[in-house]
């Protein structure tokens, strides 16, 4: 049996770094879209706007909760934690999930609760602050996206999904906004009913995130085209005459693969062992989303 523990490659430490980034770039834009959604909601009038910008101001905590998550998984492993400490990362994004939900239930109860207040429509500035949310969400997402997806990053496409609800949820409050303008005897409250709108659309979106996440803590395996090239790849190596099992957990960014191989059963443990760590150091350098191999050996058998 043989263990490979190497220092993260380049890469993963490239995209470790991109994603802090990215991180640190939310907290700032959530936070000044809070402060120009919350102000301009209130001067128009518009329960939309607020409501979005309530949203916004529970993006920034949920982006603070992903830099922590990102800070503290890029920890080396230490004596109390081999695995690492990429599992922080997993929960980052679970604790993105668990705000969404709450967030998007007190924005909908709050909407809901003024519904039938008397007020009039929405100054037109409502509108622009609206436009602007979309704009600014969806490059956002796509950047998160991208990076959350290419680093394996949980709690990075977490809150990528968290900037997707943001856009399904301002474009609902904004054609909620446009008919309150468009005719305030008939549609004054769709201004309201918006905002309720924006609200349940948060809850769903949090309960998948909830979902991922969850996944990776119930240690799911990756996608079957990943163990197949893993297979393949430990196959090629001389002396490695079948793959008996392999698993696969993720921790933070990356996986820790166990691997069952068989060889000749007459070989002698060091030849065994060669193999093992050969298959080991050629898994780690061509897949960049595995961690760490164990591979433990087993006899062929003799047919």
Do not use: C
């Not at 992903?66 to 492993?77: K, Q, S």
Request: cysteine-free; proline content about 5%.
């Amino acid at each position: 049996m043989a263990g490979h523990r190497p220092a993260p490659s380049p890469d993963v430490i490239r995209h470790q770094r991109l994603a802090r980034r990215i991180a640190i770039a939310s907290v700032w834009t959530s936070a000044v879209l809070a402060i120009v959604n919350l102000a301009v909601g209130v001067m128009a009038g518009s329960t939309s706007v607020v409501a979005a910008g309530f949203e916004a101001l529970g993006d920034v905590l949920a982006a603070a909760v992903v830099l922590a998550g990102l800070t503290f998984a890029a920890r080396p492993a230490d004596a109390e934690h081999p695995y690492g400490h990429g599992r922080v990362e997993t929960l980052a994004g679970l604790g993105v999930g668990l705000l969404l939900i709450l967030g998007g239930a007190g924005i909908a109860y709050r909407s809901v609760a003024i519904a039938e207040a008397t007020t009039g429509p929405p100054g037109r500035a409502a509108i622009r602050a609206l436009v602007f949310v979309i704009a600014v969400r969806s490059t956002m997402a796509v950047i998160k996206f991208r990076a959350g997806r290419r680093s394996g990053s949980t709690s990075l496409v977490a809150d990528a999904w968290n900037d997707s609800v943001d856009i399904v949820g301002a474009a609902a409050a904004l054609a909620a906004v446009g008919l309150a303008r468009l005719d305030p005897t008939r549609f004054l409250a769709a201004d309201h009913y918006g905002g309720f709108a924006v609200g349940i659309i948060v809850v769903i979106t949090g309960v998948r995130v909830v979902r991922d996440a969850s996944m990776d803590l119930m240690d799911t395996m990756p996608d079957p085209a990943l163990t197949e090239n893993l297979r393949a790849i430990a196959l090629a190596v001389p002396g490695v005459k079948a793959v008996e099992k392999q698993r696969a957990r993720k921790t933070g960014l990356q996986y820790h693969v166990d691997l069952h191989i068989e060889v000749d059963p007459e070989m002698t443990v060091r030849a065994s062992h060669e193999i093992a760590h050969d298959v080991a150091a050629r898994i780690r350098a061509e897949l960049a989303w595995v961690a760490e191999v164990l591979v433990h050996i087993e006899p062929a058998p003799e047919h």
